[in-house]
């Protein structure tokens, strides 16, 4: 029997099945979200046709925009959808685990310490009562929370393939680099 550990295979267990569901599940809202932009747009033009006002479209707008962004990072990095040095890491051969282990750890750093900053921001603006600067006064802890959600995942999500990396040798992430 052999005792290395690329060998065995990751867990399919109720963990695992939880944290794609969470990957998943911050796609769909990341969907949700860029459809939103698209109904702010057409509510925009049929308000303009009209000659009603629509304040702060714009900026809602912007705000689902933002919340897809961040929303999407962690789906995209499951299906390997991340601008990744996939022909860099397919000549590193033998070394390839480990320039994963390191930029995933790298990475995961970087990430940990925005989300950290993105949670402040939504609680110190609560805290202040910050609004926007547009007519509609929107209170800016609102949007800045799909950031630090889709940021925390995004960080969840690079902690996970980081541990799969450095457990299984696989990060599990789909390699959709050309050979």
Same mark, same amino acid.
């Given at each position: 029997? /052999?005792?290395?550990? $690329?060998?065995?295979?990751?867990?399919?267990?109720?963990?695992?099945?939880?944290?794609?569901?969470?990957?998943? @599940?911050?796609?769909?809202?990341?969907?949700?979200?860029?459809?939103?932009?698209?109904?702010?747009?057409?509510? =925009?033009?049929?308000?303009?046709?009209?000659?009603?006002? &629509?304040?702060?479209?714009?900026?809602?707008?912007?705000? &689902?925009? !933002? =919340?897809?962004?961040?929303?999407?990072? !962690?789906? !995209?990095?499951?299906? @390997?959808?991340?601008?990744?040095?996939?022909?860099?890491?397919?000549?590193?051969?033998?070394?390839?685990?480990? !320039?994963?282990?390191?930029?995933?750890?790298?990475?995961?750093?970087?990430? *940990?310490? &925005?989300?950290?900053?993105? #949670?402040? #921001?939504?609680? *110190?603006?609560?805290?202040?009562? $910050?609004?926007? =600067?547009? =007519?509609?006064?929107?209170?800016?802890?609102?949007? /800045?929370? @799909?950031?630090?959600?889709?940021?925390? +995942? &995004?960080?969840?999500?690079?902690? $996970?393939?980081?541990?799969?990396?450095?457990?299984?040798? $696989?990060?599990? +992430?789909?390699?959709?680099?050309?050979?």
């Amino acid at each position: 029997m /052999q005792n290395s550990t $690329d060998s065995v295979a990751p867990p399919a267990g109720r963990l695992r099945r939880a944290l794609d569901a969470l990957y998943l @599940g911050a796609g769909v809202a990341a969907a949700a979200s860029m459809v939103a932009i698209l109904l702010i747009i057409l509510a =925009q033009m049929i308000c303009r046709a009209l000659g009603i006002a &629509f304040p702060g479209s714009s900026d809602y707008a912007g705000y &689902f925009m !933002a =919340q897809a962004s961040f929303l999407a990072l !962690a789906h !995209a990095l499951n299906r @390997g959808a991340h601008i990744r040095v996939g022909l860099l890491l397919n000549v590193l051969g033998r070394h390839r685990r480990w !320039a994963e282990i390191w930029c995933l750890a790298v990475a995961a750093v970087i990430v *940990i310490w &925005f989300s950290w900053h993105a #949670a402040s #921001a939504v609680r *110190i603006s609560r805290m202040l009562g $910050d609004v926007s =600067q547009g =007519q509609d006064a929107t209170p800016l802890w609102i949007p /800045q929370m @799909g950031m630090a959600i889709g940021s925390a +995942i &995004f960080a969840i999500a690079l902690v $996970d393939h980081l541990l799969r990396a450095i457990r299984y040798g $696989d990060p599990g +992430i789909e390699d959709n680099s050309t050979e």
